[in-house]
């Protein structure tokens, strides 16, 4: 993958530094050093980014690796990712069916392309298209954002010597196309290393200098603030974030997912006795908005209570059934939920009992996060 800038003047770009998959590893793509600015120097020192928050996307064709559905909903799902975290909207249009580059082309912003080798022949006077190299080499590269008088900004090519996959297969188009699109927003470099360790943890930045295959097709909090700076949070989005109780740390701000991947915490419980954790949901959106809170209830030789903070209001019927639904609270503003978890005498010493809890935007569902506590009986 590479990120490249449209050129405004007759100045070629030089070949920039691109992203190749990795050979002695199958699950990694490296990115490379692969930023260019639209002049041929570094990116530029302020912010880059659209002067809108709705930004269009269309196809200016397809690949043949997978059906049309399926790859406009991959493509979709990775638009997602980022509008779900930040304060764009985007919109899906046909594309104009123009050259690349072509000034007469206005919409749709980011024109997605497939492509071999010189992709765009004849349509590159400036020569800031990088040919694609086969399979195995180049994968895929962005343009960052206007100057707008060039129609190459924000533009996304693949290289369709790969063979594109869904998320369970070697090379992912929605998590590639997640990474490539955080460039057309205007984040021109790479997440610190300190974000980006070699393994596929939970909050792997996707926007690492490699993109390793079995990470999370999601942004996370180096992602997210690097795009908040550019177009602020969304309206609506529910931030969940988990400790043990008593003594535990707050685990983990601006990690959204669904399935409580890096936002479980765990302790041990003696037989006959309880456990419990708190539930912190912050408004991580633009505007006030309440949130629904859902969780599982008491099940065979396994009580669950839930409890508000700081009155310790008893909320479990609502909390196990349709959801307790919190005060408005404004952006930035928290609200703490206790979850005490007793463990029953029969249980058997070594058995977990796993509470995923779940907060939503009241007019938002899609907008949420979860947390999760692990217990094992003593």
């Given at each position: 993958m590479a990120l490249v800038g449209p050129a405004p003047t007759a100045t070629p770009a030089p070949t920039p530094v691109v992203a190749v998959a990795d050979p002695a590893d199958p699950g990694v793509v490296d990115l490379g050093d692969d930023v260019v600015s639209p002049t041929g120097g570094p990116p530029?020192?302020?912010?880059?980014?659209?002067?809108?928050?709705?930004?269009?996307?269309?196809?200016?064709?397809?690949?043949?690796?997978?059906s049309r559905a399926t790859q406009v909903a991959e493509l979709a799902a990775a638009f997602e990712a980022?509008?779900?975290v930040t304060g764009v909207t985007f919109v899906k249009v046909p594309d104009c069916g123009l050259p690349f580059a072509d000034p007469l082309c206005g919409v749709p912003d980011i024109r997605i392309l497939f492509g071999v080798g010189d992709h765009t022949p004849g349509q590159d006077p400036y020569g800031v298209d990088p040919s694609f190299?086969?399979?195995?080499?180049?994968?895929?590269?962005?343009?960052?954002?206007?100057?707008?008088?060039?129609?190459?900004?924000?533009?996304?090519?693949?290289?369709?010597?790969?063979?594109?996959?869904?998320?369970?297969?070697?090379?992912?188009?929605?998590?590639?196309?997640?990474?490539?699109?955080?460039?057309?927003?205007?984040i021109t470099g790479h997440a610190p290393a300190k974000k980006c360790p070699?393994?596929?943890?939970?909050?792997?930045?996707?926007?690492?200098?490699s993109v390793n295959t079995a990470q999370?097709?999601?942004p996370h909090s180096w992602?997210?603030?690097?795009?908040?700076?550019?177009?602020?949070?969304?309206?609506?989005?529910?931030?969940?974030?988990?400790?043990?109780?008593?003594?535990?740390?707050?685990?983990?701000?601006?990690?959204?997912?669904?399935d409580a991947a890096g936002q479980t915490v765990y302790g041990t419980v003696r037989r006959g006795t309880k456990g419990r954790f708190d539930v912190r949901v912050t408004n991580d959106g633009a505007l006030?908005?309440?949130?629904?809170?859902?969780g599982p209830g008491s099940s065979g030789k396994k009580t669950r209570r839930?409890?508000?903070?700081?009155?310790?209001?008893?909320?479990?019927?609502?909390?196990?059934?349709?959801?307790?639904?919190?005060?408005?609270?404004?952006?930035?503003?928290?609200?703490?939920?206790?979850?005490?978890?007793?463990?029953?005498?029969?249980?058997?010493?070594?058995?977990?009992?796993?509470?995923?809890?779940?907060?939503?935007?009241?007019?938002?569902?899609?907008?949420?996060?979860?947390?999760?506590?692990t217990f094992t009986a003593t």
């Open positions: 530029p020192e302020a912010l880059a980014a659209w002067p809108t928050d709705v930004v269009t996307w269309g196809m200016v064709n397809h690949t043949g690796d997978l980022w509008a779900s190299d086969g399979p195995g080499g180049v994968a895929a590269h962005a343009f960052f954002p206007p100057p707008p008088s060039n129609t190459a900004a924000g533009d996304v090519h693949f290289d369709d010597a790969e063979r594109w996959t869904t998320l369970d297969g070697a090379t992912p188009l929605r998590l590639i196309a997640i990474h490539e699109i955080g460039h057309a927003l205007g070699a393994t596929a943890t939970a909050n792997r930045s996707i926007m690492c200098a999370a097709p999601l992602d997210v603030n690097q795009a908040r700076a550019r177009y602020g949070p969304p309206v609506a989005r529910a931030d969940v974030e988990t400790r043990v109780v008593p003594g535990g740390a707050w685990r983990k701000k601006r990690l959204y997912n669904t006030p908005t309440a949130f629904v809170v859902q839930y409890q508000v903070l700081p009155d310790k209001r008893n909320v479990t019927t609502e909390v196990a059934g349709a959801g307790f639904v919190t005060p408005v609270l404004a952006p930035g503003e928290s609200f703490t939920i206790r979850v005490k978890v007793w463990i029953g005498p029969g249980v058997r010493r070594g058995q977990r009992t796993n509470t995923l809890v779940a907060v939503a935007p009241v007019a938002a569902p899609g907008r949420g996060d979860v947390g999760r506590a």
